[in-house]
């Protein structure tokens, strides 16, 4: 499986951007895919998921701003990120399962199997 993201740039507060991440490879009829980002110094966390049979998670932060989606035939997900603030500077990285998982875990990075290999998101005036 490989997954190949891209979309990152620079973009001023308040501005948008949207990633995408194509998978090949990826089967599974529970498959799901996902983003996380780390920034400079910090852990990589959660930001977004969504589900083959269309269900989506989001971390606090994403709600409201972040939209996942994505295109079954494709096997591709999107995130359009609205309303962006200096504090979603990250490299992001999209992620995968084939499989199904325990839901209560979605969030963490153990809960996927394999990762591209990162787009820079910066936002800055």
């Known amino acids: 499986v490989q997954l190949q993201a891209s979309g990152g740039g620079l973009v001023q507060p308040g501005g948008s951007l949207s990633l995408s991440c194509a998978a090949s490879?990826?089967?599974?009829?529970?498959?799901?895919m996902g983003w996380f980002r780390q920034a400079p110094g910090k852990e990589r966390e959660f930001v977004a998921t969504?589900?083959?049979?269309?269900?989506?998670y989001y971390s606090d932060s994403a709600k409201g701003r972040f939209t996942i989606s994505g295109d079954n035939a494709k096997k591709t997900t999107y995130l359009q990120m609205d309303n962006l603030k200096p504090e979603d500077t990250a490299v992001y990285f999209c992620?995968?399962?084939?499989?199904?998982?325990?839901?209560?875990?979605?969030?963490?990075?153990?809960?996927?199997?394999?990762w591209g290999q990162g787009t820079l998101v910066t936002v800055s005036s």
């Open positions: 969504k589900f083959r049979n269309g269900h989506t």
């Open positions: 490879g990826l089967t599974g009829t529970n498959r799901y």
């Open positions: 992620a995968a399962r084939p499989g199904s998982t325990i839901l209560s875990q979605i969030r963490a990075v153990t809960a996927y199997d394999y």
